[in-house]
C-alpha cells in the first residue's frame, strides 16, 4: 500500500510569498495533521483536519490555513512568507486502531526555504 | 508543555542496550515514540495510553510511568539499523485533536 505522499519535495521562496503545499494520506485515513519541524528540534504541530473538519489548531499565526477535500487529501497554505517559516513541513495520516489509540504515518515532508 | 528527553544523545556498540526517557510536568493521556533518520520522515514506533494499553512494533518495548509522567523506551541488542534520531510526542487529553507534543529528541548512534 502507498503511504502517506506530499508534493513538492523541495520549495524554494523569496520573503512575501505564499506557497501551498499538498498531501494525501493513506488510504482509508480520514485525519490529516499538519507539523512543522525546525532542523535538529521535534517536530511542531500546526493543523489538524478530520472529516473535513478542523479539529486543532497550534500555536501558528493566520498566515496558515489548511483544508481537507472530500478525497481526504489536504492542502497547507501558508501567506506572507517569512524568513523563519524555512523548515521540513511533514504531513501525517492516522489510522484509529482503538479508544484514544491511534497510529499516525508521516509523509517523506516538503522542504521549504525562503530566501 | 513540551515534554523533556534524556538523554540527548548516545553512543553504543552493536549489541548494546539503550533506554530512552521522555518526561513531562503535566498530567499525560499518551506517549507515542518515533524514529527519525536524516533526511527521512518520523516512523511510528509506539503509542502508550494512560491506563497500560499500547500497541507497537513487535521488536520494540516501552514503559509508561502514569505518577512519575514518564515514559522510557527500551531498545535491546541494538542494531546498526537503530541508529537515528528517537523523539517521544506526548498527549494531555482524548478529546480534541489528535496533537502531538514532541520533545526535543535524543540522537542514537549504533557502531559496528
Known amino acids: 500500500d502507498a503511504g502517506v505522499t506530499q508534493s513538492p519535495t523541495h520549495l524554494i521562496k523569496t520573503r512575501g510569498q505564499q506557497v501551498t503545499l499538498r498531501c494525501s494520506p493513506i488510504?482509508?485515513?480520514?485525519?490529516v495533521s499538519w507539523y512543522q519541524q525546525v532542523l535538529g528540534q521535534g517536530p511542531q504541530f500546526i493543523f489538524q483536519?478530520?472529516?473535513?473538519?478542523?479539529?486543532g489548531r497550534g500555536n501558528f499565526p493566520d498566515r496558515f490555513s489548511a483544508r481537507q477535500f472530500p478525497n481526504y487529501s489536504s492542502e497547507l497554505n501558508v501567506n506572507a512568507l517569512l524568513l523563519g517559516d524555512s523548515a521540513l513541513y511533514l504531513c501525517?495520516?492516522?489510522?484509529?486502531?482503538?479508544?484514544?489509540?491511534?497510529?499516525?504515518?508521516f509523509g517523506p515532508g516538503t522542504r521549504l526555504t525562503v530566501t | 508543555q513540551q515534554p523533556v528527553q534524556s538523554p540527548q544523545a548516545v553512543i553504543l556498540r552493536e549489541g548494546e542496550d539503550a533506554v530512552i526517557n521522555c518526561s513531562s510536568s503535566?498530567?499525560?493521556?499518551?506517549v507515542h515514540w518515533y524514529r527519525q533518520k536524516r533526511g527521512e520522515a518520523p516512523v511510528f514506533l509506539m503509542i502508550?495510553?494512560?491506563?497500560?494499553e499500547q500497541k507497537g512494533h513487535e521488536k520494540i518495548s516501552a514503559s509508561f510511568n502514569e505518577k512519575k509522567q514518564q515514559s522510557s523506551l527500551y531498545l535491546t541488542a541494538s542494531q546498526l539499523s537503530y541508529s537515528g534520531t528517537y523523539f517521544c510526542?506526548?498527549?494531555?487529553?482524548?478529546?480534541?485533536?489528535?496533537?502531538?507534543?514532541f520533545g526535543q529528541g535524543t540522537r542514537l548512534t549504533i557502531n559496528p
Open positions: 503535566k498530567a499525560l493521556y499518551s
Open positions: 510526542g506526548t498527549e494531555r487529553g482524548i478529546q480534541g485533536a489528535q496533537k502531538l507534543v
Open positions: 502508550l495510553l494512560k491506563g497500560g
Open positions: 483536519y478530520y472529516e473535513k473538519e478542523e479539529r
Open positions: 488510504s482509508g485515513h480520514k485525519s
Open positions: 501525517a495520516s492516522s489510522l484509529v486502531v482503538g479508544q484514544g489509540l491511534y497510529e499516525q504515518y
